[in-house]
Each structure stands twice: as C-alpha cells, then as structure tokens.
C-alpha cells in the first residue's frame, strides 16, 4: 500500500511527468491510489502525492468508484470565481480558503488513452484544478488568502522547511 507524501517532501513541489503509456501498469498505479485516496477519506488524489511524479489524478466519485484523468489539460477558466475551504492529503489537519474559477474546461485522456472532454463547475471545478496544481508542484497553501486551521502546524512545517534549507 502506498504512502502518502506529506509536505514538504519535495516531490510535492516537482512539475509531473506526462504519461506515455496506457498499460496494465498506469491502472494498477490508479487503482492502488483510489484505495489509499477512501482509506483517508480524500476526495481527489494526484500521483505525486503518493510519490509517483506523473500526471494521474483520480477523483473518488463514492462506495469505491472513482475517475481518472491522465495528462489532463484545462483548456478554460471561467471569470466567475468561488471561494472553497479547502484541505489535502498532503497537508493533514490545515484548511484554507481558495478563490479559484467556478467553471473550467478539462481535457484528459482515460485509462485506455482515448481523448475526453468535459466542462465542471462547482465542487467537481474544484477538485480538477487542486488536483492539476499538484502536477505542477503548486500547493492550496501557495493559493489560500485565509488560513482557517491548523496555522500553527503550518509555520512548524514552513520553519522545518527553512532549516533544511539553511
Ligand atoms: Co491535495
């Protein structure tokens, strides 16, 4: 069973690689991110988060089903915005308000690579675009104008970041 990367593991913070082949191997990858995605009651999860940089995400869709998106490209974005409270795997236990577009246009390929597009808004137009910043190393935190919990953990998080990097 997979981990969860947790901030500030540096895989979080690297641009995903496209993926190239549509085997049996890209489904068991998904496959094995949708269990650990419901074990911790995720709602969306991208590859990097289980330390796999390539550009997967699946999105739970309830009772153990769930979505795949590879290389998934987000063709437009609505003017009009929504503000969500929003969390990650990534970041247990820290929430935070994100202003982001409430519409976008989403281009992916599914699990046997055929093209598919789709127009979402609301908490679905959410999702997409939290998950699609993680493939390119760009966290909620970076995005949030309001921290609602866990500040605290955070700046701990952030100093042992700045340690490191001393
Ligand atoms: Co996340």
């Known amino acids: 069973m997979f981990k969860i990367a ?4 540096p895989v979080l913070r690297k641009t995903a690689k ?3 082949d549509f085997n049996d191997d890209l489904k068991k990858l998904a496959d094995n991110m949708a269990k650990v995605m419901y074990e911790d009651d995720g709602i ?7 330390s796999k940089s ?3 995400i699946v999105v739970g869709l309830g009772y153990g089903e769930y979505k795949t998106y590879v290389n998934p490209d987000i063709t437009f974005f609505s003017k009009e915005k929504t503000t969500t409270d929003e969390g990650c795997l990534s970041l247990p236990k820290i929430f935070a308000n994100v202003i982001r577009p409430k519409k976008i246009h989403i281009k992916y390929y599914n699990l046997d690579g055929e093209l598919q597009k789709e127009k979402l808004k609301g908490m679905d137009a959410v999702i997409l675009q939290h998950e699609v910043d993680h493939l390119n190393g760009i966290l909620f935190i970076d995005r949030a104008e ?3 919990q866990g500040q605290e953990i955070l700046d701990s998080l952030k100093k042992q970041l700045d340690d490191k990097a001393k």
């Open 44 to 50: 969306g999860l991208a590859a990097p988060q289980v």
């Open 18 to 20: 496209l993926v190239g």
């Open 6 to 9: 947790k901030y500030p593991n």
């Open 146 to 148: 309001k921290i609602n």
């Open 54 to 56: 390539l550009r997967l």
